[in-house]
């Protein structure tokens, strides 16, 4: 098989990831693999069947009913199968990101979806992004990317995004939700959210859309061919 490339992109929620991650994966032909929504669907699934997240037991027993697959659309879109149904817009909400956060620190659920994301890195060239790409899951990654912005930065973004969408947002609220997040992703034992040493850190505090994505690219086309 030739060689196939591989782009981490880690990070705190909110930090602009999936934007960023999408746009430059359409730009070089990538796939985008979009991690957080694999621990959303098994905490959406484990949802509906009335699971805590935090229940060990129900989790350990319940995880193996599940068959998550990702595929992907003619315009490259992921989607997210939960037992051969398509829940990619289902597993979209507030309640489900604290459950996902919740649910993605067992390591029984972290052990059953390691291989499932190296195959795809395997397979394709792709750009990842998620919390322990660039330490766990593809520790070889040829570009680690650590993108950042302060928490304020981060829940007003949302804020604005939501109210955008004519959805309601309280920046308090989000602002709570997305403190209470970095500290769960952070504080797990096992593969928690923290930079790789060979990571470089992006601070998109002040930053916006394209200078972000301008400086990723000069990052990626330092280190492979585009
Ligand atoms: O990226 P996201 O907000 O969709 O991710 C939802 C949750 O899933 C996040 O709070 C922590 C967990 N997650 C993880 O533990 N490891 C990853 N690689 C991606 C997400």
Redesign the pocket.
């Known amino acids: 098989m030739s060689k196939t490339y591989s782009i981490a992109i880690d990070g705190p929620?909110g930090a602009g990831k999936s934007t960023i991650a999408r746009r430059l994966a359409k730009e070089l032909g990538y796939y985008y693999v979009d991690?957080?929504?694999i621990?959303?669907t098994v905490a959406y699934f484990l949802d509906l069947l009335g699971i805590s997240p935090k229940d060990v037991d129900g989790v350990e027993r319940y995880i193996d009913e599940l068959t998550v697959e990702i595929q992907y659309d003619e315009d490259g879109v992921q989607h997210m199968l939960m037992n051969g149904i398509d829940v990619t817009n289902d597993i979209r909400t507030q309640d489900i990101?604290q459950k996902?956060?919740l649910v993605?620190a067992h390591g029984v659920v972290r052990g059953v979806l390691l291989d499932m994301q190296r195959d795809v890195a395997k397979q394709h060239n792709v750009i990842m992004d998620?919390?322990?790409?660039g330490t766990v899951v593809l520790p070889k990654a040829d570009v680690k990317i650590f993108l950042t912005a302060s928490a304020e930065v981060r829940a007003q973004r949302r804020t604005k995004e939501l109210l955008a969408k004519g959805q309601k947002a309280q920046y308090e609220q989000i602002l709570k939700e997305i403190q209470q997040?970095d500290y769960q992703?952070t504080h797990r034992p096992i593969a928690p959210l923290k930079m790789a040493k060979d990571s470089i850190k992006v601070d998109t505090s002040e930053m916006d859309i394209e200078q972000v994505i301008a400086a990723i690219r000069e990052i990626v086309e330092r280190k492979i061919p585009v």
């Open positions: 929620a991690t957080g929504a621990y959303r990101s996902a956060s993605s998620g919390r322990d790409i997040r992703d």
